[in-house]
């Protein structure tokens, strides 16, 4: 069980006095024990930074301290599952994708177990803590694991209805979220489907595709080109896996210009999804992939990082203004 | 015992007759466990003949995967598998591989071949078995050479904590791993020492002696309040049964031809029942 924590601690900043938007994993969990599913929560070490201490709290049966041994907590909630639990398992995105690069593979995707891999603090929002807290890759290497899906939700409320989306779903997942203090972006808990894309706005000039952490300031800057007079679509690829093809060819109809917006490399990630699928039907739409161009990130406070890569809705629109003024 | 004896005598001939087919496998590390088989499969785990999915089932699994082609004949002698799916093993299409895999083939609970996860799973299955008030016991294979893998640490400290104490693990301390003996490459000795160190029940075994390993296993199931999980160190020979595989560490991987083949089945046959 939590012990009461003193005010001045790092753990107590983490919990919902100062950081409401974080219970979002732990409430959408808590549903779904309300609803009467077996469900089991893991952690390795990080219970106050991905929002878990609340369900530890109220269901401390239901909750599984793992210390920080990552590759154990990802095969164990392989064996859970095997005999009929439904585990999430949650560290960060960087060490589970990449540590657990093959007990993801083998033990949960090859078995094709219904463990839901909880990536947090993706991309470069660990901004201080170092490059070699950055997740830029995960999008990359999880997408390529067979039976794996991969989703990407936008913020507190998206990721409740991703996991009220999970629940039933056949196949193992592998959901990257931030620091589930993200701003808002759906006001509203709308029902989730996996694999379909979110349209936002349709436009002439330009789709801006984006996912993830990325959907908020990318919306932003969809609205300001908009205003300015650009027509500007806008999707919210949650899903990156299975993409939604249909939508990304909708949008190549309409428009010439596509930018996929993604905390994490260029390669292989959104925009890769995108440009295999713009490839395979031989369209002739100019794609921009923008994100971190193949590079290991540098260290500095995450708003800083944010506008050095053009990552934030300021450098986003920049980033597309170019594109529409044909200078990239 | 007799009966045990000659479960393991199967195990070994069917090893030798299905690697006939892929011209390629792990007999020696089917022959140090063959005992092993024998006595979870047909006195120690709690199955029901016919019923793979079974939910109240004792559970099995294998970090050493390798050695699945000694474990699938026992499968068909369960009515686990189809004997025609037995013999087609590795052909095109057949479920059955060098390793064990739990989405094609009924009776394997878990997938294997990189080693050093199945400890991990197996904490899993011991622990939601207990979430979900389930009777059922976890045992876990692992070889000896598998103890250099650094999650099985992770597991061993995970297992003592949680005081999982429905899972078994087995080590087939047969000393050899592929490149050679397992003390030449990177020693893990001493293993019981450490496994007791990390807070876990230890029992050292004679893992050949069916007799010894059955009481065990069934000493074992009487402690329904233990709360450490176990870990038997079975003293094994790799290549058990055909001298000229027990006195040559190099037969990990390989295949028997015809004669050779002929001399190791008469050695089997002619252990003792």
Request: overall charge negative; proline content about 4%; aromatic content about 8%.
């Amino acid at each position: 069980m939590n012990k009461p924590l003193s005010d001045k601690s790092w753990q107590y900043r983490q919990l919902n006095a100062v950081t409401p938007g974080l219970d979002a994993l732990s409430d959408a969990l808590i549903e779904l024990v309300a609803a009467g599913e077996p469900i089991v929560a893991g952690t390795a070490d990080l219970q106050y930074s991905n929002g878990l201490a609340k369900f530890h709290t109220l269901h401390p049966d239901r909750f599984v301290q793992f210390g920080i041994s990552e590759q154990n907590m990802v095969s164990a909630a392989a064996g859970m599952a095997a005999v009929g639990m439904k585990p999430y398992v949650a560290t960060f995105a960087s060490f589970l994708a990449l540590l657990c690069c093959e007990q993801i593979r083998m033990d949960v995707a090859y078995s094709k177990l219904p463990v839901r891999l909880i990536g947090h603090h993706a991309g470069i929002s660990l901004g201080f803590y170092g490059t070699s807290h950055h997740a830029t890759e995960d999008l990359a290497i999880m997408r390529s694991i067979a039976n794996l899906t991969v989703i990407a939700p936008a913020d507190g409320n998206q990721l409740k209805e991703v996991i009220k989306a999970a629940n039933d779903y056949p196949h193992p997942i592998y959901i990257r979220i931030q620091r589930g203090r993200d701003p808002e972006v759906y006001a509203d808990r709308q029902p989730f489907k996996i694999g379909k894309a979110i349209s936002h706005y349709s436009g002439t000039d330009l789709t801006i595709i984006a996912t993830g952490s990325t959907v908020h300031p990318a919306l932003e800057a969809a609205r300001a080109l908009r205003a300015a007079g650009a027509s500007v679509g806008f999707l919210d690829m949650a899903t990156v896996k299975p993409i939604d093809r249909d939508a990304i060819l909708e949008a190549a109809g309409q428009s010439p210009r596509i930018l996929t917006v993604e905390e994490h490399n260029v390669l292989g990630g959104l925009g890769g999804a995108v440009a295999e699928v713009l490839a395979s039907e031989g369209l002739p739409v100019k794609l921009t992939r923008h994100g971190i161009y193949d590079e290991y990130s540098l260290i500095a406070p995450p708003t800083h990082l944010y506008a050095h890569y053009e990552l934030d809705a300021k450098g986003i629109e920049a980033r597309a203004t170019r594109l529409l003024e044909g200078r990239a | 015992m007799a009966f045990l004896k000659d479960r393991a005598k199967f195990c070994r001939l069917e090893t030798i007759r299905l690697i006939e087919i892929a011209k390629v496998g792990h007999y020696t590390s089917v022959f140090s466990a063959a005992e092993l088989f024998s006595v979870l499969y047909y006195d120690a785990m709690d199955l029901r003949r016919g019923e793979p999915k079974w939910e109240d089932r004792d559970r099995f699994m294998m970090g050493k995967g390798h050695a699945a082609v000694g474990l699938f004949p026992i499968l068909a002698d369960l009515d686990f598998i189809d004997r025609d799916v037995l013999d087609g093993y590795t052909r095109l299409g057949n479920p059955l591989g060098d390793h064990p895999d739990m989405t094609k083939v009924p009776g394997i609970d878990f997938s294997s071949g990189s080693i050093g996860h199945a400890l991990s799973a197996g904490c899993g299955m011991a622990l939601a078995g207990r979430m979900l008030g389930k009777d059922f016991y976890t045992y876990v294979m692992i070889g000896d050479g598998e103890l250099q893998e650094g999650q099985v640490w992770e597991a061993a400290l995970f297992g003592a904590h949680n005081k999982l104490g429905k899972l078994i693990g087995i080590i087939d301390r047969n000393g050899y791993q592929l490149d050679g003996s397992v003390d030449d490459i990177i020693g893990v000795e001493p293993i019981v020492e450490k496994w007791q160190a990390f807070g876990w029940e230890t029992h050292v075994v004679d893992g050949h002696d069916v007799a010894a390993v059955a009481t065990l296993f069934r000493m074992l199931k009487t402690d329904h309040e233990r709360t450490r999980p176990v870990m038997i160190i079975a003293e094994t020979v790799k290549g058990k049964g055909v001298s000229y595989m027990e006195t040559e560490p190099g037969w990990h991987l390989g295949y028997l031809d015809p004669s050779d083949a002929a001399r190791a089945i008469a050695e089997i046959e002619a252990m003792e029942i």
